[in-house]
């Protein structure tokens, strides 16, 4: 399995940014997928998840500013992320889900982040 998550950058507080993620080497569509991030010295923290029937599930601090979504044929996750606030400064990194969504638990091999970095 390749995961490769791209799209993060520097803004300011306010602004909005959107992260995508392509999968490639499994079949994608029999997959949920979350988004985690993990900041400076902290561990990694689940973000949102989406089952393969498309049904969302957001943690409480991101819940309302961050909407994620999927696209079978593209293979591909995408996090669009409003409103953004200096603690959500980190790295960001997508993974296939394993077991009940909910629980965000993954194989604990993980692609390459993206560097999303909010100012104030």
């Known amino acids: 399995v390749q995961l490769q998550a791209s799209g993060g950058g520097l803004v300011q507080a306010g602004e909005s940014l959107r992260l995508s993620c392509a999968a490639s080497g499994i079949n994608f569509r029999l997959y949920d997928m979350g988004w985690f991030r993990q900041a400076p010295g902290k561990e990694r923290e689940p973000v949102a998840s989406i089952t393969r029937e498309h049904s969302t599930n957001y943690t409480e601090s991101v819940q309302g500013r961050f909407t994620i979504s999927r696209d079978n044929v593209r293979r591909s996750v995408w996090l669009q992320m409003n409103s953004l606030k200096p603690e959500d400064t980190a790295v960001y990194y997508c993974?296939?889900?394993?077991?009940?969504?909910?629980?965000?638990?993954?194989?604990?091999?993980w692609g390459r982040g993206t560097q999303v970095t909010v100012s104030s």
């Open positions: 993974n296939v889900l394993l077991g009940e969504p909910s629980m965000f638990a993954t194989n604990g091999r």
